[in-house]
Structure formats: C-alpha cells, structure tokens
T-cell receptor, first 115, second 115 residues
Framework: GNSVTQMEGPVTLSEEAFLTINCTYTATGYPSLFWYVQYPGEGLQLLLKATKADDKGSNKGFEATYRKETTSFHLEKGSVQVSDSAVYFCALSDRGGGSQGNLIFGKGTKLSVKP | DADVTQTPRNRITKTGKRIMLECSQTKGHDRMYWYRQDPGLGLRLIYYSFDVKDINKGEISDGYSVSRQAQAKFSLSLESAIPNQTALYFC??????????????FGPGTRLTVL
C-alpha cells in the first residue's frame, strides 16, 4: 500500500543553518505530495504542496520538489530561524479506490532551532 | 473565528467512561476526518466522512464510533475509554475540486487522557 517515510528526529540546528528533511514515498499512480507543519500547541497547517512530477512547492522560504524518479519530496530551507521550530510532516494524497483524497502521513520530524 | 473548532480542548477521564469529542467547521467542506496523534507514530486516521450519509472506517477505528450530524459537524465517541486511547485527537476538513486533491484544514486538537 501507499506509505511515507521521513527522516527521524529530533533535528537541532543553529539559527541561519541549512535545513533538509528527507521524505520518500511509495504509491501507485500519481499522488499529490504535501508538507504540513505543527507549531507547539497547535494543529497542523499546510506548508507547501506539489501535485505532479517536477513541481516545486514553496512557502515561507521552504521548498520541496516532487521527484518521481527517486520518489522523494525533501523539504529544504536555506536559513532557518528560531520561529521555524516545529514538527514537520510529509504526506501524500491517496488517489486510489474509495479513499480518494485521504492523506497518508509520515511520522513527523521535530525541528529545534537554537539562537 | 477559527474555521475548524474542536471541543473540549483538554479532557481527563477514567477507564470505562464514555467520551464524545466534537468538531465543527465553517468552511463548507463536505469531507471531514478524525485522526489521533501519538509520539513517534505521526497521525493515524480513525474515521472519515465524505458527506452526511457516507462514513468510513480508517486505519484504527476499533474502539471508536462517529456521527455526522450535519455537513458542519462530525463527532467522535469512545464508548468505553481505555488508557491506550490517551492521545491528541485532530479533526480535519477538505474539499475536492476537479482532479486535484486539496489540503486538509485541521482543528486545534483535543488532548485526551484516560486514567
């Protein structure tokens, strides 16, 4: 079945460091891919998405490119800030059968950015 | 006002008690979801509903039931709570336009503790 695997955390970086959080997926067909962010004490909110191969999603300085050949959707940011400290979830939308549109989430990666 | 609201935000209960978690949305979306979040496990789907008359089991529905009272309301019940149902519970909504699968919008979560 469909699945998402993302790097385990926690990840601790200094402010202005480069961030990469790896995400790979297994899916039949052509899923849409998402990164969600969960700030402390809050629900998840969409950070960025890509709906087809080679699309690049971007938001708030974060980027991720849909790579069909490597089944990956790695999250990157060139210079992280303390305010980026959160848990990041990679997800794909399930386009198969009766559960079309359901999201399948990775286990989350906790990022802590130190001043 | 928040688009997706959950009540209560926190609840402590005892083993064997019946608990209802409520979710309301003002986004006008047809699709609603209940997830639970556990440390290191990410989000797992409990139930989902594509409209008022369509309710489906998710990955981990055992021990839970739901009711879709209206387009805007989706309740989750634990008929007889047990300690391993201690978790953070999220409600989410989404819509489907064309061939694309849109983001899900999450509520702030309900932290449930079963003693």
């Amino acid at each position: 079945g469909n699945s998402v695997t993302q790097m385990e955390g926690p990840v601790t970086l200094s402010e202005e460091a480069f961030l990469t959080i790896n995400c790979t997926y297994t899916a039949t067909g052509y899923p849409s891919l998402f990164w969600y962010v969960q700030y402390p004490g809050e629900g998840l909110q969409l950070l960025l998405k890509a709906t087809k191969a080679d699309d690049k999603g971007s938001n708030k300085g974060f980027e991720a490119t849909y790579r069909k050949e490597t089944t990956s959707f790695h999250l990157e940011k060139g210079s992280v800030q303390v305010s980026d400290s959160a848990v990041y979830f990679c997800a794909l939308s399930d386009r198969g059968g009766g559960s079309q549109g359901n999201l399948i989430f990775g286990k989350g990666t906790k990022l802590s950015v130190k001043p | 006002d928040a688009d997706v609201t959950q009540t209560p935000r926190n609840r402590i209960t005892k083993t064997g008690k019946r608990i209802m978690l409520e979710c309301s949305q003002t986004k006008g979306h047809d699709r609603m979801y209940w997830y639970r979040q556990d440390p290191g496990l990410g989000l797992r789907l409990i139930y989902y509903s594509f409209d008022v008359k369509d309710i489906n089991k998710g990955e981990i529905s055992d021990g839970y039931s739901v009711s879709r009272q209206a387009q805007a309301k989706f309740s989750l019940s634990l008929e007889s709570a047990i300690p391993n149902q201690t978790a953070l519970y999220f409600c989410a909504t989404s819509d489907l336009t064309g061939d694309q699968y849109n983001e899900q919008f999450f509520g702030p979560g309900t932290r449930l503790t079963v003693l």
